[in-house]
């Protein structure tokens, strides 16, 4: 059983900046992959960035230089730092783990945090 907790997500006025967090916590073995996504009203889900255990990174264009992703790999944890937000990132951010559990052993888990709602104000 892996469950994703996140938090960090709020209101904030365009060129503001929020941190998110996702702490992963049950039986884990391994996180091969972390990332965020969102899904704005109307929208499909799309991926905003992705992290590997070995801190490769990948951005939505529509992000890169203003976001940063990274990852506490002894801690389960996952964060993106959010900078010159606009208001086209409001959206629910949800947190993504894949990897493999340890009890048990090897079974491999693909979990989603509750999500978070953004909001940017003009």
């Known amino acids: 059983q892996v469950q994703l907790v996140e938090s960090g997500g709020g209101l904030v006025q365009a060129g503001g900046s929020l941190r998110l967090s996702c702490a992963a916590s049950?039986?884990?073995?391994?996180?091969?992959?972390m990332g965020w996504y969102r899904q704005a009203p109307g929208k499909q889900r799309e991926v905003v960035a992705a992290i590997t255990s070995a801190g490769s990174t990948s951005y939505a264009d529509s992000v890169k230089e203003r976001f940063t992703i990274s990852r506490d790999n002894a801690k389960n944890a996952m964060f993106l730092e959010m900078n010159s937000l606009k208001p086209e990132d409001t959206a629910v951010y949800y947190c993504?783990?894949?990897?493999?559990?340890?009890?048990?052993?090897?079974?491999?888990?693909?979990?989603w945090g509750q999500g978070t709602q953004v909001t940017v104000s003009s």
């Open positions: 049950g039986s884990i073995f391994s996180i091969n992959a």
């Open positions: 993504n783990a894949k990897g493999t559990s340890r009890t048990p052993l090897g079974f491999p888990f693909d979990r």
